[in-house]
């Protein structure tokens, strides 16, 4: 069974910094693309920063230069370091590990529980 337990959300200033972590069970992390997503209120879920199976990080415009993904495949952990924070960064993020069918072609996503950020003064 695939579990993907977040961690690291709250509440900070604008211009602040928030560390979010996802570690992940049951799945063979090391070879599975990885993403974080949000949603804010009223609002559809939209991708924020991911890593490719190639091992490429995008990024949303919004969060391009102010958010960073990694992963530390030793932990099956992926983090979003998100700097500079502002109020329109306030949703809740999901992080998403797509598993790869590699023998029967297509994938299964997996999604965890989803964090609170609210930048607020």
């Known amino acids: 069974q695939v579990q993907l337990v977040e961690s690291g959300g709250g509440l900070v200033q604008p211009g602040g910094s928030l560390r979010l972590s996802c570690v992940a069970s049951g799945i063979i992390f090391s070879i599975s693309p990885v993403g974080w997503y949000r949603q804010a209120p009223g609002k559809q879920r939209e991708l924020v920063a991911e890593i490719t199976l190639g091992g490429t990080s995008n990024y949303v415009d919004s969060v391009q230069g102010r958010f960073t993904i990694s992963r530390d495949n030793a932990k099956n952990t992926v983090y979003l370091q998100m700097n500079r924070l502002t109020p329109e960064d306030t949703a809740v993020y999901y992080c998403?590990?797509?598993?790869?069918?590699?023998?029967?072609?297509?994938?299964?996503?997996?999604w965890g529980q989803g964090t609170q950020v609210t930048v607020s003064s």
């Open positions: 998403n590990v797509r598993e790869i069918k590699w023998a029967q072609g297509g994938h299964n996503d997996y």
